[in-house]
């Protein structure tokens, strides 16, 4: 029934084109693993190969003899895309250890964020948001991809909030009694106190 | 800034990165203005049940919720 | 599946109700009066047809009614997986595709639906975690499964009961939203010990094709041995590491967090395969039921005539013999 004319189409729509492609989904035919396909053959000769993600991406290009004019960045969050693949001049991203300014040709990083401002600037514009934490990896093709849990541009954020939240936690701080609320009470502190220089700063 | 502590405090308080990322997460969502933050908190519910099994059998069910049962 | 059986139920009526003979009685338990011989049997015949062409009508109009339901959610969940796409491409950029790992510990990750009537998706899920299991199997090897929704669970209970570790249902209550599958990862993480996860879900590509996939996850240890025996992941020592004092510490969060993202879209692929499946296989439901109808009027119609017929010709003779 069914079943039967969907694993036909699944294998038809491999060797078609996408019939209709996803924004984020680039049409990259197989780079996949071939030692895994071979075993997999060998174990399990009745049943497909799975599809491994590097089928689903586009293969990122080489790093250019020259450094390019422009950074290409990914800024992705889990419900959107906030940028993807756009060209800017620079970002400059919070890390732990400090603010990270990202221009073309940076040298090849992995870097943790902290909460604190992202800024995009491309050419006069600059664009804020605040982002929770996450971990940006910046390639030395001149490629920088920001993974964020939260991100907000900076009008969204109420400032009384802040300072309330910031007044709480640092309360709580002093009455915490065991290793995992003091973390939170700290954890709280860290996000206000970054909000609150955000704003005002 | 505390964080830049030797190892990270929450790590050492039994937190995993995704805990600690989670909770920063939330944090900030609760600073937002109206209308992004009942938005933003409505989007992020938790709800699911949770059973660890020892040797082929299954231990009791946990529930882990946001919303109470009703 | 439910509907093979109406299907077959189906044929059974178009095949001669009419002339009903002992073997047919037999078989259809489902016709409830059958037969006091000679007089009645023609409007039982048509009584019988007509019952069961209300039953496919009702069924016809849930079946339809779900398939509306799948593609409302499909819509909106739709929406979801397309935007979550970017969230893993950074890792696989960063740490590569690496199905083929060698590693002591393997946890598989099935993922499924809570709830059936969606097609083969659950299935093929089983099948693909069943075979990773039969692949890297070994002496001194070690596959663990955690299970996500009811229906992998029901499958793999049935000869994998020893190596699952976790089952997680009821995902599905709220929208799924990235809180939620980043504490189940948390969860997996907490309670599992693993050398290489390996994620198991069906990508959704269109409403009729779903791609089983496999994304592969590694331990911090296996990362950084992976890194220097260099091969795939031998790029990884030429970046710079900025945040926490030492690389191991730095790699275990991104670990961490590479799991919740991949998850995270694992599971909404899977999500949005559900409802595409559902929807397909409750559109195909609706068709059959269609069929189906169009026959029995087809029959009930031709026992009508054929009993006015009958009726007529009675007549007809009775006047005629009269008038002789």
Same mark, same amino acid.
């Not at chain 3, 059958?34 to 023609?42: D, H, L, Y």
């Not at chain 3, 004092?245 to 967090?257: G, I, W, Y």
């Not at chain 3, 692929?269 to 409750?282: D, F, I, K, P, T």
């Not at chain 3, 069929?291 to 006047?319: F, K, V």
């Given at each position: ?64 003899? !020259? ?5 290409? @960045? ?6 959107? !895309?906030?940028?993807? $693949? ?11 250890? *400090?603010?990270?300014? @990202? ?19 491309? *050419? ?9 934490? *996450? ?38 701080? $002093? ?27 | ?70 | ?12 009526f178009a095949t001669p109700l009419i ?30 047809? +007509? ?9 016809? %109009? ?12 499909? +819509? ?17 950029? /960063? /740490?590569?595709?690496?199905? &083929?790992? =060698? ?31 039969? /692949? ?16 992998? %669970? ?42 290489? /996860? ?7 590509? &269109? ?17 950084e041995r992976e890194a220097e025996a ?52 409750? =559109? ?6 269609? =069929? ?33």
């Amino acid at each position: 029934m069914f079943r039967h004319g969907s694993r036909f189409l699944t294998r038809a729509t491999t060797t078609m084109k996408w019939r209709r492609p996803f924004s984020t989904d680039l049409p990259a035919e197989s780079v996949a693993d071939s030692n895994f396909i071979e075993a997999w053959r060998k174990v399990v000769p009745n049943v497909e190969p799975p599809k491994t993600p590097s089928a689903f991406m586009a293969a990122r290009p080489a790093t250019p003899s !020259s450094i390019p004019s422009k950074l290409t @960045v990914n800024f992705v969050l889990p419900y959107s !895309s906030e940028l993807s $693949g756009k060209e800017v001049d620079m970002v400059i991203i919070p890390a732990t250890t *400090g603010q990270m300014g @990202v221009l073309p040709g940076h040298v090849a990083t992995i870097a943790e964020l902290k909460p604190g401002v992202l800024s995009v600037h491309e *050419g006069n514009d600059v664009t804020k948001y605040f982002v929770s934490g *996450g971990f940006a990896f910046v390639h030395a093709n001149s490629f920088a991809d920001i993974i964020a849990v939260e991100a907000v541009p900076l009008d969204r954020i109420d400032a009384n909030l802040v300072q309330k939240g910031l007044a709480e936690f640092t309360q709580k701080l $002093g009455t915490a009694s065991t290793d995992v609320e003091k973390a939170e009470a700290q954890i709280g502190v860290d996000v206000h106190s970054a909000l609150n220089a955000a704003l005002t700063g | 800034m505390a964080s830049n502590a030797a190892a990270p405090f929450w790590r050492a308080a039994g937190m995993t990165y995704i805990t600690y990322s989670n909770l920063c997460a939330n944090l900030v969502r609760n600073c937002l203005k109206e209308p992004y933050k009942t938005e933003a908190l409505n989007r992020e519910k938790v709800h699911y049940s949770i059973s660890k099994w020892v040797d082929g059998k299954p231990q009791k069910p946990t529930i882990r919720s946001d919303t109470p049962e009703d | 599946m439910a509907m093979a059986a109406l299907r077959r139920e189906g044929r059974r009526f178009a095949t001669p109700l009419i002339s009903p003979n002992p073997t047919n009685a037999l078989r259809s338990s489902l016709i409830p009066s059958q037969e006091p011989v000679s007089s009645g049997v023609r409007c039982i015949s048509t009584q019988v047809v +007509r019952n069961r062409m209300k039953s496919v009508k009702n069924i016809q %109009k849930i079946t339809k009614a779900m398939k509306m339901v799948a593609a409302s959610k499909l +819509r909106a969940i739709q929406t979801k997986t397309e935007n979550s796409r970017g969230l893993w491409q950074p890792f696989t950029a /960063l /740490l590569g595709d690496t199905p &083929s790992v =060698d590693v002591k510990k393997n946890v598989i990750v099935t993922i499924s639906s809570d709830k059936g009537l969606c097609g083969g998706i659950n299935s093929t899920s089983v099948k693909i975690s069943r075979a990773i299991h039969k /692949l890297n199997s070994g002496p001194e090897k070690e596959n663990k499964y955690v299970v996500l929704g009811e229906k992998a %669970k029901a499958q793999l209970l049935r000869d994998s009961k020893k190596d699952i570790e976790l089952i997680m249902t009821e995902l599905q209550k709220n929208p799924l939203n990235y809180t939620q599958v980043s504490v189940i990862a948390d969860d997996i993480l907490k309670n599992v010990e693993f050398d290489a /996860l390996r994620i198991v879900y069906n990508k959704f590509q &269109s409403v009729v094709a779903f791609l089983p996939t496999m994304s592969t996850v590694l331990s911090p240890e296996v990362v950084e041995r992976e890194a220097e025996a260099g091969g795939k992941l031998g790029e990884l020592d030429s970046y710079e590491v900025e945040g926490a004092e030492t690389k191991a510490e730095v790699l275990q969060n991104l670990a961490e967090f590479q799991f919740s993202c991949v998850m995270f879209n694992a599971v909404l692929e899977n999500a949005c395969s559900e409802q595409g499946a559902r929807m397909s296989a409750m =559109d195909s439901s609706s068709r059959n039921a269609g =069929d189906m109808l169009d026959r029995l009027t087809l029959t009930y119609n031709r026992t009508r005539q054929a009993s006015i017929t009958t009726e007529l010709i009675e007549i007809i003779s009775g006047a005629s013999a009269l008038e002789g």
